[in-house]
């Protein structure tokens, strides 16, 4: 019976060495050639992206494997081992998609629904994923200030900030304003310190910032907006902090501190300078610091 790699070796001989001789010969049938290739790379990309997240990605782990030990018994000649494998490469694959059937079908109606730029990880916009991200920080902290719950949530920008990451307890979740509150529940393990959010996810929580110790900061501000102040000095971060005492909202940005910031403004501020990226705080602003 002819074993797994026969046909693996026959279309390499017959078909993928012909084509590459085809495009060397040919220059128009590079161009072709890269194209193809970008394709492929592109669909390999996208069906992993898809599958990542489901019971299939244990399986596609599970026949890499499959795949490399029929490789080796073919190599060491293991010939029943070789046999049995090579069996069940070639009907396992019909198996796979009777079992797998709904993450496929789930994948090929995602392909349909997207857009031409989703293809491209473009999806849902940019600009509209991080105004959404804005709104839910929004939401967590006006909850927080009803509460008179404090907190402390840093945005990360163009500056990294993985040192100031390492010093909290890893989360990598998406934002979420139900995450966000939680965290800083009192008398819980993660309410102490800052939470970090990192390329538009809840990186880590209860991270340790610098304090700002500059003797023109107001003598009321407690430890948050010192550390607040201290992060957006060191790094192009945006802290947005809520007072334990009296529930007021403030957010500070190149070590200006604007207080009691109202709901509304406070997604202005946010979407004006992580979505449209402005650099710097307006003229009046400064005056609050």
């Known amino acids: 019976?002819?074993?797994?790699?026969?046909?693996?070796?026959?279309?390499?001989?017959?078909?993928?060495?012909?084509?590459?001789?085809?495009?060397?010969?040919?220059?128009?049938?590079?161009?072709?050639?890269?194209i193809d290739l970008v394709i492929v790379l592109f669909l390999v990309y996208y069906s992993f992206k898809i599958l990542k997240n489901t019971r299939a990605w244990q399986l596609i782990k599970g026949i890499v494997i499959l795949i490399i030990i029929t490789v080796l018994s073919k190599v060491l000649k293991l010939n029943i081992l070789n046999y049995i494998l090579s069996v069940v490469m070639t009907y396992g694959a019909f198996v796979c998609i009777v079992i797998f059937q709904p993450e496929l079908r789930r994948a090929l109606e995602q392909l349909g629904a997207n857009k031409i730029t989703n293809y491209f990880g473009i999806n849902k916009d940019i600009e509209a994923r991080k105004k959404e991200n804005v709104y839910r920080i929004a939401i967590a902290a006006i909850e927080l200030s009803k509460t008179k719950t404090g907190a402390l949530i840093v945005i990360q920008r163009d500056v990294k900030i993985q040192d100031i990451i390492a010093t909290g307890i890893p989360i990598d979740a998406e934002i979420s304003p139900q995450l966000l509150c939680n965290i800083f529940v009192?008398?819980?393990?993660?309410?102490?310190?800052?939470?970090?959010?990192?390329?538009?996810?809840i990186a880590a929580a209860s991270c340790m910032l610098p304090l700002a110790d500059d003797h023109d900061i107001a003598r009321e501000l407690g430890t948050r907006h010192r550390a607040a102040i201290g992060i957006s000095k060191e790094s192009d971060a945006i802290a947005v902090v809520v007072s334990e005492e009296t529930g007021k909202i403030s957010i500070t940005k190149d070590g200006t501190l604007i207080a009691d910031v109202r709901e509304d403004v406070l997604k202005k501020i946010l979407i004006k300078y992580l979505v449209t990226e402005e650099k710097t705080f307006p003229k009046e602003s400064q005056e609050q610091k």
């Open 1 to 34: 019976m002819e074993t797994f790699m026969q046909p693996i070796n026959d279309l390499y001989k017959v078909n993928i060495w012909n084509y590459f001789l085809e495009i060397i010969s040919n220059p128009f049938r590079l161009i072709l050639g890269i």
């Open 186 to 201: 009192p008398n819980t393990p993660l309410h102490d310190g800052a939470v970090i959010i990192s390329e538009g996810r």
